[in-house]
């Protein structure tokens, strides 16, 4: 098998558990966050959100589109917010990068990052959308910064969330890989 341009050395399988624990670990931080250190800032990152995509990304058979609209129901509850709006948005990434998944695992990360920027624009932009038909006004200008900060996070989310799956690297003379 040729490794991808951005891959160095060979990946362990993921085990269940770990993405489940990290899944359950970003939206406790998402609320955390929300609670007390940002409030509900414009700008701050939807850790969940990051997460969600990168496991979407790596593993499309354990986690698709039905998690991403649990997790999105799971935070509009969280936030008291219109019922649907996390879900909704949340569900529409997670589509839109299952389709492109194959395809953006042969770049490298920042070039990833760079890929799925407007995949989260987009998902920012569909909350905003259900706010204003709900009534609401319009954003202010700092809320383009989440999709931005977000984008700067997917290097060390990739980082943080591959750490466990990689192998230490044993040479051997007998074996190409």
Same mark, same amino acid.
């Given at each position: ?5 951005? #891959?160095?050395?060979? %990946? ?8 489940? *624990? ?5 939206? +406790? ?25 990168? &496991?979407?990304?790596?593993?499309? #058979? ?6 991403? *609209? ?17 879900? +909704?948005? *949340? ?9 492109? #998944?194959?395809?953006?695992?042969? *770049? ?8 799925? %920027? ?10 905003? %959308? ?10 202010? &200008? ?11 996070? &997917?290097?060390?989310?990739? &980082? ?18």
């Amino acid at each position: 098998m040729i490794m991808p341009a951005g #891959q160095q050395h060979l %990946l362990l399988p993921v085990r269940p558990w770990f993405i489940w *624990f990290s899944l359950l670990l970003a939206l +406790l931080l998402d609320m955390t966050l929300n609670m007390g250190l940002t409030g509900r800032a414009a700008w701050a990152p939807s850790l969940i959100a990051l997460t969600l995509l990168f &496991w979407v990304v790596h593993e499309p #058979q354990r986690v698709g589109v039905g998690a991403c *609209f649990v997790f999105g129901l799971l935070l509009d509850v969280h936030q008291s917010t219109l019922l649907g709006q996390h879900a +909704l948005a *949340f569900s529409v990434l997670c589509y839109l990068a299952s389709q492109i #998944q194959r395809r953006l695992l042969w *770049f490298s990360v920042p070039v990833q990052a760079l890929q799925l %920027l407007p995949l989260l624009m987009l998902a920012h932009a569909l909350q905003w %959308l259900v706010r204003l038909l709900a009534g609401a006004g319009w954003p202010d &200008w700092q809320a383009l910064l989440a999709p931005l900060i977000e984008t700067l996070l &997917w290097p060390l989310a990739d &980082w943080l969330l591959l750490a466990p799956q990689r192998r230490p690297h044993d040479p051997d003379d007998s074996r190409p890989l």
